[in-house]
């Protein structure tokens, strides 16, 4: 990706705000710190084309206090300690007020714990799911600046569990990634699967970016379950789906909100997925969805609007905007404070794009609350950074994602409550 505005970073030393030029050339730089290459690459293309697109229609309305907000894009080659050296650049050197990043949890965990958290940098994450980062919030580790635009795995682990009992998927194999993300999700799913009646009949842990998955297909497929529920990415993913069938296991799968992808079906051929079911964090339409839907592919250069983590990315950059314009300032404490204003509940509605956003800035130069209404649907954050929203079910036919239905996280909090 594009963008190291190094003007900007010069002019900032000189206005002595963090991340904030001088009048000349006024410009707010804020760090995007994605998997542009790896495993997790396609999230990352989609996030940070997503990011670009919300702030264009920002700048385009006028930007904070008439600063231009752009990125200094790193790529964290979907790599923990790439992350945090990308992260620890950005806001050292570079003294961006806000980051946002990573895609997926174990990228958002390092850059928080080694860099966010102990700087008071706010951080969003447009689609990290762990639930570990509840955790960190509830034991005062996080500093109180991460938050996030998707809903925790805890509840879409047990949307999962219902999702595949109700399409007769009763006895699973599990094959999961080796890290905070699989883990989790495994665990929310295996307590609330086994509780509503499915049986598990071996759960597989891999490790990424191998050149061949065929042992862990062949212990997944021992004991003879219906289907495998693949909590991967989609390069791993794919690898893993064609070793599965290749040797001879049912092609029934569940699938995690990360196989929701073009890329994922095309490797694996659709003809082997048309029993593939899964779950994503999902979204409740509004006038942004319909806006994002709308503009995305043409301004994107061909990415689907349904791509993975695109619509929340969008909803990160927006929400980073505004609350820089709420905040007066490139300040990260202030930014901080912003975050949940702009998501105010008693705030006008304001929606995407320019028209928008450009409502949203006279409001705020009012000194009048606004509730930014995102692409996902209202947003509103707890004090741990965490948001509650439905659940979107899918299945792939002939090659293509199909919504078929959605779970609402009061539903789903009712599952988990009468499994107890």
Known sequence: MKKLFLSAAFAAAIAGYPGLAS?????????????LTGPAGAYGVAGAKSVEMALRDFNDAGGANGCKIVTDTRDSQTQGNVAVDQATQLVNIKKVPLVIGGIISPMSLAILTSVTAPAGIPQISPASSSPTLTALGKEGKTNGVFFRTITSDALQGTAAAKYAIDQGLKKIAIVHVNNDFGVNMQKEFEAAYTKLGGTITSVTPYNEKQSSYTSEASAAMKDGPDALYLISYPVDGATIARAWISGGGPAKFLLNDGMNADDFIKAVGPQYLNDAF???????????????????????????????AADRSYDAG????LAIAKAGKADPAAIKAAIPQVVAADGTPIHAGKEEFAKALALIKE????????VIGPISFDQYGDITGPFRLWRIQDGTVKTVGEMSAEDVDKIKSSLK
């Open 23 to 35: 009048a000349e050339d006024c410009t707010i730089t804020i760090g995007l710190d994605l998997e």
């Open 278 to 308: 899964g779950t994503s964090s999902g979204t409740a339409e509004t006038e942004s969805t319909k806006y994002f839907n709308a503009n995305y592919e043409a301004f994107s250069g061909g990415i689907k609007p349904d791509a993975p």
């Open 318 to 321: 927006a929400i980073a905007a």
């Open 367 to 374: 000194g009048k609350a606004i509730r930014y209404e995102g």
